[in-house]
């Protein structure tokens, strides 16, 4: 009994020197996304983006580049987040060292969230220099990015935890991305002539938060003054959302990366690694 007990003292005595050796997951996350040789070139290719807007003054070439953002980054997040965040072996490593693993899953996907945004930001703020943004709207650019790369990667953090299987993830990933890109906008358009006659302000601002992609674009048309709205869904968005548009597409964001952040830490936790 002592020499068990003895025993056990160790191996956990072990465990938490080897937890206090060891870097942090989040920082060792963000080293291997910072090291990875292709994130860099992804982040410069948003120059070309800013090339391609040089034409558009001002806020409306600031709105554009957020709108290529929207179509560029989740893939990219994906394809960064989905391999890191799905490695069986290390995860069961890391799973008997950790008293949470579910909160230390969360930190790793911080890491890959924040290594993905440094050449993003990077790239993203050069990109602003042949559109001659102002100070402000080179902020509300990086913001615009940062809310971006938070959902996604926690929606690719959801998404692994689920399958811990790459593959698996990329897939159903770019599914939800294709459905959310492609189909949202004519689906929500095409319910709002179809019950044009019923009260719909409850079903289409809820529809419209669920994706807050648009309501982000608007939000920045709004705040910045310019009266270019940028589809039928805006005009919904114009009439239905009260207050300023920009609120509400941010607190959707960070309300949808909060969720898939909680139900990825309870899905990691409960799984069977």
Do not use: K
Request: glycine fraction near 10%; aromatic fraction near 6%.
């Amino acid at each position: 009994m002592g020499g068990g007990a003895r025993l056990g003292g160790r191996a956990c005595l072990g465990a938490a020197l080897v937890r206090r050796s060891l870097p942090g997951l989040g920082t060792l996350h963000l080293r291997e996304v910072v090291r990875n040789p292709w994130v860099w070139p992804a982040g410069a290719a948003l120059v070309l983006l800013g090339l391609a807007f040089r034409g558009q003054e001002g806020a409306v070439g600031l709105v554009s580049l957020v709108a290529a953002l929207q179509l560029y980054v989740p893939p990219l997040v994906l394809v960064l987040a989905a391999p890191l965040l799905t490695r069986r072996d290390t995860w069961a490593f890391w799973a008997a060292l950790e008293r949470s693993p579910g909160a230390a899953y969360l930190r790793a996907g911080v890491g890959v969230a924040v290594g993905a945004f440094l050449p993003l930001a990077v790239g993203a703020a050069l990109a602003a220099l042949p559109l001659a943004l102002p100070a402000l709207e080179v902020a509300l650019l990086l913001a615009s990015l940062a809310l971006l790369v938070a959902l996604w990667t926690a929606m690719t953090a959801l998404l692994s935890a689920l399958t811990l299987d790459a593959s698996r993830a990329l897939a159903l990933g770019l599914a939800v991305w294709a459905v959310g890109t492609l189909a949202y906008g004519p689906a929500i358009v095409g319910l709002a002539g179809v019950l044009a006659d019923r009260p719909l302000f409850g079903l289409l601002s809820t529809a419209l938060l669920l994706h807050p992609a648009e309501a982000v674009r608007v939000g920045l048309l709004e705040l910045l003054d310019v009266p270019v709205l940028v589809g039928p869904i805006a005009v919904l968005l114009a009439d239905l959302l009260p207050g300023p548009t920009l609120v509400w597409g941010a607190f959707s964001s960070l309300a949808w990366t909060g969720l898939a952040s909680l139900a990825a830490r309870v899905a990691f936790a409960q799984r069977n690694r």
